[in-house]
């Protein structure tokens, strides 16, 4: 008989409201948002790890805890925690690219969608990138558009313009300039 496996789950507050991450012996398995829409963790859970047992217990994150209090803040452009990555083979490639835009940078769906070698898997990219369970680590936010449209994000499409503002990752807006006559 199989050993029931335990989570470890906490929430705390950040900049951009509270978080709850959940991990696994191996690492962070889980982020939810602030808001956050789609299934949340009892979605993921039930598909990923529906025998587990979860328990509260911050002391099990401290890392993972100060990373993203580190990001939140604007102080930490780069996370090194362990990842417990559920997910099927085409997400994985996703997400290996999508961990690979760093700070302030941003990527198409269809950039994504070349570089892991299915040009025409744009949608599929998409969905892939919706299913992230760990947004913010695994950057999703910086995924937009080909034309620098903002769609899709768990976390709403405000939160998703604040990170890319934050990381100065976002287009400027066109200045007015004054007229002199």
């Known amino acids: 008989m199989s050993k029931m496996e335990t989570l470890f789950a906490t929430r705390f507050e950040t900049p951009i409201g509270p978080l709850r991450i959940v ?53 930490r452009r780069e996370f090194e925690i362990d990842l417990d990555l559920r997910a099927t083979p085409f997400q994985r490639a996703v997400y290996g690219q999508v961990a690979k835009i760093g700070w302030g940078e941003t990527l198409s769906y269809s950039d994504i969608a070349e570089s892991i070698g299915r040009p025409t898997a744009v949608r599929a990219v998409g969905a892939a990138n919706g299913a992230n369970p760990i947004p913010l680590v695994i950057p999703c936010h910086r995924v937009i558009a080909r034309g620098g449209a903002l769609q899709g994000y768990a976390g709403g499409l405000e939160l998703k313009a604040r990170l890319l503002a934050m990381e100065q990752a976002l287009p400027p807006a066109p200045v007015e300039q004054p007229r002199l006559f």
């Not at 949340?40 to 099990?60: E, I, L, N, S, Y």
């Open 23 to 75: 991990s696994s012996d191996k690492g962070l398995a889980f982020v939810e948002l602030p808001h956050a829409s789609g299934r949340g963790f009892a979605g993921w859970q039930k598909t990923h790890a529906p025998d587990a047992r979860v328990v509260d217990r911050r002391t099990a994150h401290e890392d993972a805890i100060d990373q993203l209090l580190e990001y939140t803040e604007g102080a």
